[in-house]
């Protein structure tokens, strides 16, 4: 059975894309950071639907935590064929001349770093070159790498700018070797990552502002996360869907 690494699974975007991998047959591995109580609930969730799944903590901001998990993933029965690096965090929104390095650098720890030595770990189990099989790998972007997020956030937008331009080089860098790499960047998704950014009900306030008038599910962004993943998109990589409501 392949396993499917996805970073950020105890909730939201990730937990529904565990959940539907889990559902299309692969092993999933449950990453988290804090919340292990969430992550072990997933796993629960996946079995009781007959799937497969265990819960890694590590926090992919730490580069000794994600060489960690993946040797941990090593030791599971499979091999790692799909990650998907969906872990991402922003804070209390604000202007730019309010922010500070320490917060730009904890961002960037996390959605750019961490993103990053995840797809280096898993190039080096999927790639040919590496005597893998291949696979593919998905990078959870965001609408923000388009719109800036003036006055909220503009260091995660910035952040998620980062990642597509990583999702770009990574996918021309190892397309001759079995991997393909592609991102998804959603909209107003209903999750709790709202409420870090001192807004938990922000996506019903910005509603009418999306042409198709709501905001978004988890599981819609899953769904595209998953088409990523599977054969039915063979000939795609480096390509990034925006999954935002027409926003
Ligand atoms: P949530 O805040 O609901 O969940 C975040 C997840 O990431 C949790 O599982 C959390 O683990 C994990 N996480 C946070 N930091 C780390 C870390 N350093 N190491 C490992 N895991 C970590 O987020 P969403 O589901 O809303 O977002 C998922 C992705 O989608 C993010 O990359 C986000 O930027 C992106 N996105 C979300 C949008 C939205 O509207 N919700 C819109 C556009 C993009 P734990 O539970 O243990 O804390």
């Given at each position: 059975m392949n396993i499917a690494l996805v970073t950020g699974a105890s909730r939201g975007i990730g937990r529904a894309t565990a959940i539907l991998l889990a559902r299309q047959g692969w092993r999933v591995a449950i990453n988290f950071a804090r919340r292990a109580d969430d992550a072990l609930s997933v796993v629960a969730e996946i079995e009781r639907q007959g799937g497969s799944a265990f819960a890694i903590q590590a926090d992919i901001s730490d580069e000794a935590q994600v060489m960690a998990m993946f040797a941990e993933i090593d030791r599971q029965?499979?091999?790692?064929t799909a990650l998907v690096n969906n872990a991402g965090i922003l804070f209390q929104q604000t202007t730019l001349e309010q922010l500070t390095a320490e917060r730009i650098s904890r961002v960037f720890a996390t959605n750019v770093t961490g993103s990053f030595i995840c797809c280096r770990e898993a190039v080096k189990r999927m790639g040919y070159h590496h005597g893998g099989s291949g696979g593919a790998i998905v990078n959870v972007s965001s609408a923000a790498a388009r719109t800036g997020a003036p006055g909220e956030y503009v260091d995660y937008a910035a952040s998620k700018g980062a990642m597509d331009t990583l999702t770009k080089g990574l996918s021309l860098e190892v397309a001759a070797q079995g991997i393909r790499v592609n991102g998804v960047r959603p909209g107003?998704?209903?999750?709790?990552?709202?409420a870090d950014g001192g807004e938990a009900q922000r996506v019903d306030r910005l509603a009418a502002n999306i042409p198709m008038q709501r905001g978004g599910q988890p599981e819609e962004i899953a769904r595209a996360i998953a088409w990523l993943l599977?054969?039915?998109?063979?000939?795609?990589?480096?390509s990034i869907i925006d999954a935002a409501g027409g926003r």
């Open positions: 029965p499979g091999a790692l107003f998704i209903y999750t709790e990552m709202h599977s054969d039915e998109s063979s000939y795609i990589t480096g």
